[in-house]
């Protein structure tokens, strides 16, 4: 067993099992609904909804398996995190000896979280000029300003209170992305049709990896263990980890829930409402369709939710950056400044008049090249026994682990040949 092995796996035993039966499971959620907003930022928006406006129903099953592998691929990333009372990241840093091996993931890894972070900005912007009218430069500077007072409120209230504001900013997303169902409500029939596995040409193909790779992000499975890790640090021993566990299934069934009904639910606005329209291949686009169709009031309530999405989820971002930094290259680095040093690329491609849907596609691209990097290891460490001693993978969860590793790969290998080929 590596020495790196033997010192994780020895935080199992550091502590006696504390009094954790009578602990209500409400007090024990949160890290999950906080990675979940991840699968609601503003590229999961333009996937679904370009999804919906130009194949209809047909990639209603891409949406409901991707989110039933992002269920446990959360799951993994949790229970690494809870179990051996360290991040994913961290893991990787001890477990890479050559500093320059280090390095090179921490680079690929960064690159996707700077990615992310340029979906999100760019998703609050677009937000701010659809609802006040507001340049796409100075909707990047307020995106990226307030974002730095909820990181603030994780850096200085701890965790809990950051949960609670991630949490009611995912509320108001929930709202702002499913009231217009209601008012034009899918077809179930279609709806039912859709969950067939199918696709219609070389482009569906292309719309449902993204919309995966939209799905499933690098940057939401480091987060994941490290929030589990940071939230339940004095919890530890084999009762108190069962427990964490047996909470944690609830904690990500409960956030998969949710980010997977208000994914669906775009979708089959999009699908409902606007399918067929001309100009819904961007998120103005959709704005002004949504309010030619069902009125300014949804067109609003979209809009607000698009703003909810992108601050919530460049929160979650900037944390997720600076735990991959402090896990591979042992810097920590306050939040708050890497929050302004990964805002300055975004508020470059703004100022540069670079078109945002654009901009978001190609942050998928680079999402794409990052899946591998951090599914791949998961399941592998999780899988070991030597690290997570009893609460190791059984087989058929790392089967399963393995067959979602691979499909996410191959379909965003399919992405990557379609975009570069302009197929």
């Known amino acids: 067993m590596a020495k790196s092995d033997v010192l994780v796996s ?23 609904l906080v990675a979940g907003v991840a699968y609601l930022d503003p590229g999961n928006v333009a996937s679904n909804m370009t999804a919906g406006a130009r194949y209809g129903y047909l990639l209603v099953w891409v949406v409901v398996a991707g989110n039933v592998m992002a269920w446990l691929i959360q799951y993994l990333s949790a229970k690494l995190g809870i179990v051996t009372g360290t991040s994913l990241p961290e893991i990787l840093g001890l ?47 307020i995106t990226g300003t307030i974002s730095m007072f909820v990181l603030m409120v994780q850096s200085r209230r701890g965790p809990r209170i950051f949960e609670r504001v991630i949490i009611a900013l995912m ?8 009231a217009g169902v209601f008012l034009s409500p899918p077809d179930g029939g279609s709806v039912l049709s859709g969950l067939v596995p199918r696709f219609e040409g070389s482009n569906s193909v292309l719309l449902a990896a993204s919309i995966l790779g939209a799905t499933i992000m690098p940057h939401a499975i480091y987060a994941h263990s ?14 108190a980890t069962r427990r964490l566990l047996w909470a944690t299934k609830w904690d990500v069934t409960i956030a ?11 979708l089959l606005l999009a699908a409902s409402a ?54 591979l290259l042992h810097i920590r680095v306050p939040l708050l400044l890497r929050r302004l040093v990964t805002l300055i690329p975004a508020l470059v491609i703004l100022g540069a008049g670079f ?69």
């Not at 199992?12 to 009094?19: E, G, Q, Y």
């Not at 890894?109 to 677009?126: K, P, Q, S, W, Y």
């Not at 998969?256 to 775009?266: H, K, P, Q, S």
């Open 10 to 32: 020895d935080r199992l035993l550091s502590h006696a099992p504390t009094t954790v039966a009578s602990t209500r499971l409400l007090w024990l959620l949160g890290p999950a």
């Open 95 to 141: 477990r890479m000896k050559r500093p320059l091996a280090r390095r090179m993931y921490w680079l690929q890894a960064e690159l996707v979280a700077m990615a992310t972070d340029l979906a999100e900005i760019i998703g609050g912007a677009v937000a701010l000029n659809l609802l006040f009218n507001l340049p796409l430069i100075w909707g990047g500077i």
């Open 171 to 178: 509320l108001i997303i929930v709202v702002g992305f499913m």
């Open 226 to 239: 490290s929030l589990a890790r940071d939230r339940f640090p004095e919890w530890q021993g084999v009762v």
């Open 256 to 266: 998969m829930a949710i980010a997977g009904t208000v994914n669906l639910a775009i």
């Open 274 to 327: 606007l399918q067929g329209v001309d100009g819904t291949d961007t998120l103005q686009g959709a704005y002004a369709a949504l309010q030619n169709t069902l009125g300014p009031a949804i067109a609003t309530t979209f809009a607000i939710g698009l703003l909810a999405s992108g601050l919530a989820s460049t929160s979650v971002g900037a944390y997720a950056g600076a735990e991959i930094m402090h896990g």
């Open 355 to 423: 078109d945002p849907t654009e901009a978001l596609v190609l942050s998928q691209v680079v999402l794409s090249f990052g899946i591998p990097f951090a599914l791949i290891p998961l399941v592998w460490l999780t899988a070991q026994r030597g690290i997570l001693g009893t609460f190791a993978n059984r087989w058929f969860t790392t089967t399963a682990g393995i067959i979602c590793a691979l499909a996410l790969v191959a379909l965003n290998v399919v992405l990557l040949v379609l975009v570069f080929t302009g197929a």
